[in-house]
């Protein structure tokens, strides 16, 4: 592959979504309410979280965690996104190109392992309830997100060791609004079969792997609960159907993008998006209607802030 970075290049070119104006405008309006919806939605859990004393348990620990990455997931690529709209040419640096793939893996690798962990704690709470603080504890707690982010961080890093020394001499081109390690690696000067085998491996194949892991683990949790207590399976359900919708949300797109051998561009195109704005503006959605807690929780938070602004 190269014994060091020779790139010519210094910019890529994004070719983004699309070229009429009249689409521009709408995609614009769009993206926008969907981003800063999704941005304050997540951010309203973050800080309800850890404002409410009842909400200090392991459940919601894990929860804001995951709307604080997915916080990240959308900024790393929609600001960009939806400013290129109107813009002629669409480029950004080859260093930034690099950077934000880093990013966009560092983030999905650590909600990966995070919705694994969110699992566990369902898991503990229906199947173990007399020992889930136990189990659960501040310290499991740290630790799972400790290894959340370390293993974001490495699954990040072992791809882009490789890519930082590939040779780009022409050209610079990208069918895409971002910057995503399939296409990129695509355009470097040597024979990359390897590399984008080891990028399905490392990206769809674990994507894909851990869906089906954490599909098993809800059956395996709905059947223990289905053996064990009587009249208990609705409830486990209700308890569950929000983890495994967030699960089909996110393994969606990331399992397509980066498993299916074929270029299908606008399909593509469509699942990103609907990876880096869509999935975290539903996010706080699904967890705050399906969750008694996070409502009762969130009412009480905007009626202290609606107190405080009456006072000035």
């Known amino acids: 592959m190269g014994g060091g970075n020779h790139s010519v290049v210094s910019e890529i070119v994004l070719v983004g979504l699309t070229s009429s104006l009249e689409m521009q405008l709408v995609l614009f309006l769009v993206f926008s309410v969907f981003y800063v919806t999704g941005i304050l939605g997540n951010l309203l859990i973050v800080l309800t979280v850890i404002s409410d004393s009842h909400l200090h348990f392991p459940m919601y620990f894990l929860l804001a965690n995951l709307s604080f990455i997915d916080m990240w997931v959308s900024s790393i690529t929609a600001p960009k996104m939806i400013s290129d709209l109107f813009k002629e040419r669409k480029v950004i640096s080859f260093q930034g190109c690099i950077v934000q793939m880093f990013f966009i893996h560092v983030t999905g690798g650590t909600e990966m392992v995070l919705l694994i962990a969110m699992a566990l704690d369902r898991y503990v709470a229906i199947c173990r309830p007399l020992h889930y603080l136990t189990i659960m504890s501040f310290r499991t707690c740290i630790l799972l997100l400790v290894a959340a982010w370390t293993i974001g961080i490495i699954h990040s890093l072992i791809q882009h060791v490789f890519v930082v020394n590939l040779p780009f001499c022409g050209p610079n081109k990208v069918d895409s609004f971002y910057c995503d390690l399939p296409r990129f690696i695509k355009l470097a000067c040597t024979d990359t079969y390897r590399l984008e085998l080891m990028v399905t491996a490392n990206s769809g194949f674990i994507s894909l792997g851990t869906f089906f892991i954490l599909i098993i683990s809800y059956v395996f949790i709905l059947v223990t609960v289905w053996q064990r207590f009587s009249g208990g399976l609705s409830k486990a359900l209700s308890t569950l159907s929000a983890h495994i919708t967030v699960v089909v949300l ?56 609606l107190s405080f602004r009456k006072l000035f």
Request: proline letters at 11%; a positive charge.
């Open 250 to 305: 996110f393994f969606g797109p990331c399992i397509f993008v980066y498993s299916w051998p074929l270029p299908t561009m606008p399909v593509d195109k469509f699942l990103a998006i609907f990876d880096i704005i869509i999935t975290p503006f539903l996010n706080p959605a699904i967890y705050t209607f399906r969750n008694k807690e996070m409502k009762v929780a969130v009412r009480r938070i905007l009626s202290q802030v």
